[in-house]
């Protein structure tokens, strides 16, 4: 399944050189590189080791990862919501992606102007929550301007996905993001074809210092104090280190630069296991000499719905699934040990994936 995650933030922040950095990192330099597809889309392999464990037992002809697409959204100003800047643009890139990772600048350096005139966390994150906020009102009013028509008729679910609607905007007026409104899944359905900018899981990028990196600061931590009841993610990152590791071609020196800073992952890295994390996905295996490849798909997907990432008519012609445990493979060795000890399992349509588990499907079309 495809991913995108979108990185938003206002001018003097240090998104542009977070992507920059990201976007430039040599494909020979590291097992996971980041590749441009569009001026502002780069395309980044997902880094799992066990990917590469598994590839390392089969010695296939090919190895594919799977990837992540981030989009570099720019144009966000004050009054993007109403056009100011590139606004329409920024917000119509906003609306495709399934996540935000909104870069805010948590360092202090009197040579970068931010304009809020000083460093300020808390108002960077709320310029952007007010123009997203503004735009879902919009698009709410302009549901409840017909829903309320059919109401008025008498029709009975309209009256209560009117009722969800005016929750809905209510919440908005108050200055909090839709995301953290709480419905039923029911009700969230009267706001589901919307696509609300403020229903989208964050992932909150602190900016720091190269000194903050490891330990954060106080911008830093008056920014997890504002969000951390929101159920986003929040990362800390230097986009100067960033920008530092997209230099190296080697991935022992790109270890060994890391671990000057005391760090065990890079900032894309942090970043990927965050996405992952907030969008509820796992990784599954499909591993055989012609390739050795990794899928994404949901947390709590049964076996057909998985195999229909591979091919749709994989799940439309589903039979069984034959899965060995990540950790049986990698004790075992190959498929034929795993099945010869009993740790080869067989599983049907109601099967539900394990993040690890590697799979062969048979099916019938």
């Known amino acids: 399944m495809s991913l995108q995650c979108g990185i938003v933030g206002l001018p003097n922040v240090g998104k542009s050189t977070l992507f920059n950095a990201l976007s430039s990192a040599k494909a020979e330099a590291a097992n996971y590189p980041f590749c441009t597809i569009d001026p502002n889309v780069g395309v980044v392999t997902v880094p799992d080791e066990r990917l590469d464990a598994l590839s390392e037992i089969v010695k ?21 919501s109403k056009g100011e800047g590139l606004g329409n643009k920024f917000l119509a890139n906003i609306r495709e992606v399934d996540a935000i990772i909104h870069v805010i600048r948590c360092f202090d350096d009197p040579n970068i102007v931010h304009v809020s005139g000083g460093v300020d966390p808390i108002f960077d994150k709320e310029i952007i929550d007010y123009e997203l906020q503004v735009k879902d009102l919009e698009s709410i009013d302009k549901k409840i ?3 309320e028509r059919i109401a008025k008729a008498g029709d009975a679910n309209a009256k209560k996905e009117l009722e969800v609607l005016v929750g809905f905007k209510k919440h908005l007026e108050s200055g909090k993001n839709a995301r953290n409104f709480q419905t039923s899944p029911e009700e969230r359905l009267a706001v589901e074809e919307l696509n609300l900018l403020t229903d989208k899981p964050v992932i909150y990028a602190a900016n720091v210092d190269e000194a903050s990196v490891n330990t954060g600061n106080k911008f830093s931590q008056t920014l997890w104090d504002s969000v951390k009841d929101e159920g986003a993610e929040m990362i800390i990152v230097s986009a100067s280190i960033e920008s530092q590791i997209a230099e190296l071609t080697d991935p022992e020196e790109k270890a060994m630069f890391l671990a000057e800073y005391g760090l065990t992952l890079s900032g894309l890295e942090k970043l990927i296991k965050s996405s992952y994390k907030i969008l509820n996905l796992i990784t599954y295996f499909t591993a055989g000499v012609k390739e050795v490849r990794a899928w994404t798909i949901q947390k709590g997907w049964k076996a057909p719905a998985a195999a229909g990432v591979i091919h749709t008519d994989f799940e439309r012609g589903f039979i069984k699934a034959e899965v060995i445990r990540y950790a049986d493979y990698i004790q075992y060795r190959s498929e034929q040990a795993c099945k010869e000890v009993g740790k080869l399992g067989v599983e049907g349509k109601e099967y539900v994936v394990q993040d690890g588990d590697v799979m062969h499907f048979r099916f019938n079309v």
């Not at 296939?60 to 993007?80: C, Q, R, S």
């Open 60 to 80: 296939p002809e090919k190895v594919v990862p799977t990837v992540i697409e981030i989009v570099d959204i720019a144009g966000l100003v004050k009054g993007a």
């Open 145 to 147: 301007s017909k829903i």
